[in-house]
């Protein structure tokens, strides 16, 4: 009976020592490796935009208008897209913004659903972040209210996107919320729109909160940096 007591106290501490051990790696040890993962993500980005050439002004037309520039080419899977600031969320909140949902790119930083417009584009400019671990980027996401800036940058120009309401609830399968024109946003017709996407309850997966946006103002990198960064 001791023996049987004895192995029973054994197995209970093991398992008491392995459920810390993944709470300290869920709270600490993943934002430890986001912070990390976001702050490499954040200087290639930088470092991508000071070597980007600098564009000759376009002489006079003499001729012929020349044919409109080609489509830009889609955003590369797992790369970084842009700079997101959202200053309800914090003076330094800084995150950014890759392309692609899947949990490894999720890692890194925010994610850019596959399908949906180009940034500062007709359309929806969708993105996803965690509530929880990994950084947790949309922590605070139920703050975000009517009015709120969204602020984005992809290293040559900025774009100010203004929610229109608080965060919506709603199921994982109600993907209509990232459709061109997100149903049950309000909107009632084509713009340039941006959805956040986060996962509710907090420590949970069960639901989505989800935050539409409009673009407010536009605004090159080179004129300096937009009012609503310092409002």
């Known amino acids: ?17 392995l459920i810390v051990l993944f709470v300290v790696y ?36 003499t001729a012929p208008a020349p044919a409109p520039p080609a489509a830009p080419a889609p955003y590369a899977a797992g790369k970084g897209i842009a700079v997101m600031y959202v200053p309800r969320l914090g003076e330094d909140w800084e995150w ?46 139920p703050r975000l209210r009517a009015g709120d800036a969204v602020v984005l940058t992809d290293g040559t120009t900025w774009y100010t996107y203004r929610v229109d309401r608080a965060p919506y609830r709603t199921v994982p399968s109600d993907t209509g919320v990232v459709d061109p024109v997100p149903r049950k946003s309000g909107f009632d017709g084509p713009g340039r729109y941006l ?34 960064l310092d409002s």
């Open 26 to 61: 869920v709270l600490y040890w993943t934002g430890v490796q986001a912070e990390s993962a976001t702050a490499g993500e954040l200087k290639i980005l930088q470092q991508e935009w000071a070597d980007r050439p600098v564009e000759a002004p376009t002489p006079a037309p």
């Open 195 to 228: 959805t956040l996407t986060t996962c509710d309850p907090e420590w949970g997966s069960s639901h989505r909160l989800v935050v539409w946006a409009h673009l407010d103002a536009t605004l090159p990198v080179a004129d300096g940096r937009p009012q609503a």
């Open 1 to 17: 009976m001791r023996l049987v007591v004895r192995i029973f106290s054994e197995l209970c501490l093991t398992v008491g020592a």
């Open 96 to 141: 950014p913004v890759l392309q692609g949902t899947d949990a490894a790119t999720l890692k890194k930083g925010l994610g850019h659903y596959p399908g949906t417009a180009r940034l500062g584009a007709t359309g929806n400019f969708a993105v996803a972040g965690h509530r929880r671990t990994h950084g947790d980027p949309f922590k605070d996401f």
